[in-house]
Nanobody
Framework: QVHLVESGGGSVQAGGSLRLSCEAS????????MGWFRQPPGKEREGVAK????????YYADSVRGRFTISRNNGKNTLYLQMNNLKPEDTATYYC??????????????????WGQGTQVTVSS
């Protein structure tokens, strides 16, 4: 059974940093691309970042490129999202997800088949 558990969310002031983690279990983590999504209050969920199986290829939404970094440790079955220079508009629930098809740079939700429960990030001005 696939399990994805996010952690590391919290409250931070604008300009601050947070590092999210997603611990994966129940499947061969190193063989799947992974991604981060977020859902701001009252808005639809949106893709944030995506990473290839070995970590060599990464993709980012325009809104976070240059501030967020996605990475993974396949030995620890863990996905990360380093978020720097946070802005109030980054406030959202953040989810990690397993990418099972369409391995390009898009963030179509139907291409992700397993999701974590989410972790809340709140950025104050």
């Amino acid at each position: 059974q696939v399990h994805l558990v996010e952690s590391g969310g919290g409250s931070v002031q604008a300009g601050g940093s947070l590092r999210l983690s997603c611990e994966a279990s129940g499947f061969p983590f190193s063989t799947y691309r992974m991604g981060w999504f977020r859902q701001p209050p009252g808005k639809e969920r949106e893709g944030v970042a995506k990473i290839s199986t070995g970590g060599a290829s990464t993709y980012y939404a325009d809104s976070v490129r240059g501030r967020f970094t996605i990475s993974r440790n396949n030995g620890k079955n863990t996905l990360y999202l380093q978020m720097n220079n946070l802005k109030p508009e980054d406030t959202a629930t953040y989810y990690c997800a397993r990418n099972f098809r369409n391995l390009g740079p898009s963030f179509r939700e139907p291409d992700f088949d397993s999701w974590g429960q989410g972790t809340q990030v709140t950025v104050s001005s």
